[in-house]
Structure formats: C-alpha cells, structure tokens
C-alpha cells in the first residue's frame, strides 16, 4: 500500500519557468490537498478536492493551479515561477472532509525557485 | 474561523525527562483536534486526535493529550522522551461539524529536541 506519492523529490526551477507537481494516492480518498511548507509557518492550504472533477481555493492559491481528473491523482501546476514560491509542498488524502480519520501526507517535493 | 497557537517554537529536552507542547486554538462549539509529528524530511503523520469522548487521548508510543474546553487547550505530552522523539509537532483543529467539508487549520509548530 503505496499511500499518497509526490514527484518530483527535489526541484529547482529558474524564474517564469513552470512546473507541475504530481500527486497519486491508491487510498479511493475523496479529499485531496496541496499545502506548502514555510520555515516557521506551518502549513498553508493551496487547493483541495472533494472529489474527481471538484476542486476549489484554500489560503494561497495564487500562482498556482490544480485539477482532479481521476480519484486518485490530483497535480499542482506552477505558472510563471517566482522566488516567493520556494517552498517545500505536500500533498495528502483524506476519508472524510472534516479530517476526523487523519490525513495521510505524501513525503513532500522541494523546491527551489532562482 | 479557526485559529492554532503553539506557543513554543522549539522544545530542547534531555533525554529521559518529560515534556509538555501546549497547544491553544480559538474556540468553537464543536471540534476535532489533532496532533501529527513530522520527523525530518518526512511527511506528516497522524500522532494521535481528539473527536469526542474520553478528553485524555494516547498515541501507541507514549504520548498523550488531554482536551480541555474551558481553557481550549490540547496539550502534548510524554512522560519520558527519547532521542527518536526528535521531530516537528503540529497541533491541528477543525470545526467538526457535519458539512462536507471544514478545513483543517494547523499550528506553526514545535521543534522538539532531545539531547543525550
């Protein structure tokens, strides 16, 4: 049982470039989400789904895309690529909306924007 | 909406010695609350959480949190910490309520430290 992976591991990306970030689960979650990870800051919620075909805003979605075309993957685009967007990014599933079952967190890309 | 205070950013402990996390988060009518551990340049894992019931809640290694209403507090605690306890601590709330859907807000976090 695979869980929630991410690829890339590590990225580094030049200025304007763009990216996408992929994320699969083999869980049959519903929910998906995409947060980033600053020092200090905790985690910040990009965009989530609650289902296939279903996705919406979380805290800071700007500069970022996403689409949910299958239950099991949910990619996270980067367009335009800035240096406020080095972060390290997790992806996790979910049972239920409320989280109430837990979050299972894939094991992270970082990134590196220069 | 929701907010999490953790108010130690960072815990150093010696090894053996207990250790508390306080955690804080605004208050609600109903909610669910949660502490997961990220050990380095790992993900985070579900550590233990509370959904209603018992307040005192425990993980399979030896922590343990209590839910209080009154002072909205979820503190962590071990009674004995070991260096394979090194790790960032996350408390995390959501509203519990019966929507499809209520965030899950997560605190800033706590390094925890444990020296031989």
């Known amino acids: 049982n695979a869980g929630v992976t991410q690829t890339p591991k590590f990225r580094i990306l030049k200025i304007g470039q763009s990216m996408t970030l992929q994320c699969t689960q083999d869980m049959n979650h519903n929910y998906m989400y995409w947060y980033r990870q600053d020092p200090g800051m905790g985690l910040k919620l990009i965009y989530y789904?609650?289902?296939?075909?279903?996705?919406d805003k979380g805290e800071v979605p700007n500069g970022y895309n996403v689409s949910r075309s299958t239950t099991e993957d949910f990619p996270l685009r980067l367009e335009l690529a800035a240096p406020s967007q080095t972060s390290v990014y997790f992806c996790a599933s979910s049972y239920s909306g409320q989280g109430a079952h837990g979050y299972t967190f894939g094991s992270g890309t970082r990134l590196t924007v220069v | 909406a929701q907010s999490v205070t953790q108010l130690d950013s960072q815990v150093p402990v010696f090894e053996e010695a207990p250790v508390e996390l306080r955690c804080n988060y605004s208050s609600s009518v109903s909610v669910y609350l949660f502490w997961y551990v990220q050990y380095p340049n790992q993900g985070l894992q579900l550590l233990l959480k509370y959904l209603s019931g018992s307040t005192l809640v425990e993980s399979i290694n030896g922590f343990e949190a209590e839910f209080n209403k009154s002072q909205t507090s979820f503190h962590l605690r071990k009674p004995s910490v070991h260096i394979s306890d090194t790790a960032e601590y996350f408390c995390a709330v959501s509203d519990g309520s019966e929507t499809s859907y209520d965030k899950v807000i997560f605190g800033p976090g706590t390094s925890l430290s444990v020296i031989p």
């Open positions: 789904s609650v289902g296939a075909g279903i996705t």
